[in-house]
Each structure stands twice: as C-alpha cells, then as structure tokens.
C-alpha cells in the first residue's frame, strides 16, 4: 500500500482550514495527513502505514471501515436522507433509542440524542435545571465540575470543565455559579497503580464542603468523567464514584456521568458506570455510539427525570431544546449498525479479557527514562512523563510525533501519551504498539 492514495495539498493551500485544538502554524510547516484507514490502521496521504493506538480520537472502537455501517448508511441515504424530529420522527429514531436503552445502565431508558459530545453535555446540564424546575427547586441552578475535567467545548461544558487551557480567554463567558472538585491524580500516592488506585476516596468528600458553602438548595447536579481523557487519563480511586453518588442521593443534587470517552466497550462493561456499578442520574455519550463514521451523541436520562418532565400540561412542549440532526436518520443507521457489529464480537466487554495482557504490556515501561506514571484501566493507558523544565508538553509532543514517524498513532496532552485503541485490538498488536512507545521514548531525552 504505497502508492500516493490522494493528491497532497500544497503548502500554500493549508491555510484555509483553521483547525481544532492544533499548533496550526506548527502542523502546516510539517503536516501529518490520513488519507485512508481499515481495522487497526491508518495509511497516510504519502502511503505510510500507522498503527491506530487511540481509535481515531477515542471513538472508531470497532476498528476502520467497517462495512456493515458503510452499507446501512449507503442504504440510509438512499431510503431517506433527513426527517425533521420536532413534531415529527422516523422509525429507526424510536428503533435506536429502544437499542440503547437495552445495553443502558438500570433505568436510563430515557434517550435524547445530540450530535456530538459536547452537545450532549449542555443538553445534560439543561435537562438537570428542567428537572429541578418540573418539581419545584427551581433555585437549584449550580453545577459542580471537577478540575482536570473535560466535557467538550460549548459554554455550559467549558464552564464545567477544568482543563485551564480551555477556559482562560473565555473566563468572562464561563456560567454562573459553577465550582469544582479537586482532581483526583496523585502521583506521590498512587504512582504506577494497576487499574484503579486505593488511595484517594475521600477525595469525594470535598463535595460535602462545597455543599457545606453553597447550600444543597442551591445545587442543580455535579458533573464527573468516570475515567477522565482529555485531561491525562485520571483514574477514580476505589469507593470514590460510589461516595459521591451517596453524596449526591442524600442531598437531592443529581449525578451526571460524561461517558463519552468510557462508553460503548471502552473499559470492558457497555458503559463504565456498569463497570463501577455506579448509577448517575444521566449519562452523555458520544463518540463509540456510531464508530465514529457519523456524529452523533446520546444523553442517557432516568426514568424520574423524563417522568418529572412530563407533567407539563397535555399538549405543551415539555423540554425547549433540541437540534436539527437529532436523531438525524443517516446517524441512527450507522449508530444500528454499530451496535449489531458491537453484539456480534462481543465489543463491549472484549476489553475485559484484553486489559490484563495491555496492563502488563504497559507497565513494563516502568524505568524508562524520564516515565514517572502509568495508568490504565480497560483498554485505555497513560504514560506521565517528566516535563522538561519550563516547558510543559514539550517532551511528550516530540514523543508523539517520533511515534508517527515510526508508524503508530498516540494521543499527546501536557505530558501526558495517552493510549485507547479500537476495541479488536490483537495481543502482538499490543506488543508493537507499546513497544515502539518504549523505543521512541529511549530515544527523546
Ligand atoms: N466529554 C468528554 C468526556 C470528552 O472526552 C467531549 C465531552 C466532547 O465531545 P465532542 O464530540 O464535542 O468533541 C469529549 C471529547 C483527546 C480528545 O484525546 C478528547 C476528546 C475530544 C478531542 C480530543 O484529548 N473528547
């Protein structure tokens, strides 16, 4: 496969597309181009095979190019491109939901669906104020996010956030009213724990304090990634999740999980919160939900919540919110098609039996120059390396792109090489994959 697979933009014709969260200037002087893709692997633009280690970005689980959804979208487009689903709705919409409501966690049938992740995160904050209204706590509008956090990029996601990068030029347009957690990475306690780390439950108990100064009166739900991505791979400490969903029961303030990284298979269990058998009050998801090959996202929300909704007078419309592509018809086909090919292989628990076998390949990059964390739970994995000195995400970036040269795909964020590979991955597929990460990382001083 080296044949130049499609034209290469010239130099001068890079600067029209403003890229997403990319050194733009730094890319257009040495671009990096994906130009085809199957199963584990990508192909660039100049016929280079690279080994895809983080699914895309966290959402091709099935692995590339899978038929089966290609023909139900063919078939979709053919059949019926767009329907409106305001006072309208089309029957894969209702065939979808009843799918996902099947792998849900218990009682998180209620299925709104949205076309990204950071889309299913305000919807998600916007039906927890709904929710609160319906039955008469309107007051409740505060939401709590943790640092580290990372729940996409609209002004409700980036107010809950806390990756500082992401919220610094828009401090003034951040929501009112929202606080943080702590974050729960801890290196001095938890350095190179296997899956989850034992220290650090009470972590949760800071929710009390912020309880204890804002009142629980006042609080509309706390946000948390079960595992989160973006923001270096945290993993919660044991008992954490559990005494937050605690702290939340006994003051009526609801849970939301942002499971759009941990969804669909990621840590060996449908969702994470079946894995940590932890049940929020509603569960965004994006991402895995149609392998990537269309946007979509889904918020997943408890029955009470759709049923409080509901007592607005017959007729009315209950939730003012919604967008054009929900449930857009071509993404609830390729989001069909998914599931069946998840069912079929076993996708949403293969990690389970895969993660003993990425846990050792992982860890023996233990002793490497300058690695002074690792951390992995499912198929996803962290490498913390020490920054070099002033200047953060230096090192890890020219890791990251080392790897590209060598031929695998990693994702960098500060210092962090964080790993989540399509869900089929096969054992000498993981070998090479950490291996060359252990290779490059010799090499970068
Ligand atoms: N919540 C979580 C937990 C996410 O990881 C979003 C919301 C937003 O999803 P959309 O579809 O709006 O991008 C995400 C997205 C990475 C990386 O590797 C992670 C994401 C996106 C881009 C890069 O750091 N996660």
Redesign the pocket.
């Known amino acids: 496969m080296n044949a130049q697979l499609s034209p290469l933009p010239a130099n001068n014709e890079l600067d029209a597309f403003w890229m997403p ?1 990319t050194a733009n200037r730094q890319f257009k002087s040495g671009p990096r181009l994906l130009a085809r893709a199957e199963g584990m692997h990508y192909w660039t633009a100049d016929g280079r095979e690279i080994m895809d280690g ?1 699914a895309g ?2 959402c091709v689980n099935a692995g590339h190019g899978r038929r089966e959804i290609t023909e139900a979208v063919t078939k979709q487009l053919g059949t019926m491109e767009f329907a409106p689903t305001f006072q309208m709705g089309h029957p894969i919409a209702f065939e979808l939901a009843n799918r996902l409501s099947e792998i849900a966690p218990p009682n998180l049938d209620r299925i709104f669906f949205t076309n ?6 305000d919807t998600a904050l916007k039906i927890a104020l709904a929710y609160h209204r319906a039955k008469g706590a309107g007051q409740r509008t505060r939401f709590i996010g943790r640092e580290k956090g ?4 609209g002004f409700g ?1 980036t107010s809950v956030g806390g990756m500082v990068n992401n919220r610094k030029a828009f401090a003034s347009a951040m929501l009112p009213g929202v606080d943080h957690l702590r974050h729960t990475l801890d290196i001095e306690h938890n350095a190179f724990s296997r899956g989850l780390p034992q220290w650090g439950a009470h972590l949760a108990n800071e929710l009390e304090r912020l309880i204890g100064l804002h009142d629980a009166s006042t609080i509309a739900a706390v946000i948390v ?1 079960p595992i ?3 923001g270096g791979v945290l993993l919660p400490p044991v008992g954490y999740l559990k005494r937050l969903r605690e702290i939340c029961d006994k003051n009526d303030i609801l849970l939301i999980f ?4 941990t969804g669909f298979g990621r840590i060996g269990k449908p969702f994470a919160s079946l894995a940590f058998d932890v049940t929020p009050d509603l569960m ?1 998801t ?2 895995g939900i149609t392998n990537g090959a269309i ?1 979509m ?1 889904a918020v997943f929300a408890h029955r009470k919540i759709y049923d409080a909704c509901m007592q607005a007078p017959e007729g009315s419309i209950e939730l003012f919110h919604g967008y054009t592509y929900s449930a857009h018809p071509v993404a609830c086909a390729a989001a069909l098609a998914t599931l069946d090919i998840y069912k079929k292989e076993g996708l949403l628990t293969r990690a389970a039996s895969v993660s003993p076998l990425w846990e050792d390949a992982l860890h023996a990059l233990r002793g490497l120059p300058h690695v002074i964390d690792i951390r992995n739970y499912g198929l996803i994995g962290a490498v913390e390396l020490e920054p070099r000195a002033g200047k953060p995400g230096a090192r890890a970036f020219e890791i990251f792109v080392k790897c590209f040269e060598r031929g695998i795909m990693v ?1 960098q ?1 500060g210092d962090t090489i ?1 790993m989540s590979p399509p869900l089929i991955i096969e054992p000498k597929q993981i070998a090479q994959l950490i291996e060359t990460l252990g290779e490059v990382i010799r090499e970068v001083a």
Not at 150 to 153: A, E, M, P
Request: aromatic share 10%; hydrophobic share 30%; proline share 3%.
């Open positions: 969260f983080v970005l966290w990204s992740g950071s889309e299913s995160v990372y729940h996409g990029v996601g990634e989160s991505g973006s942002d499971e759009v990284i965004t994006a991402k946007p996202g994702r964020t964080a």
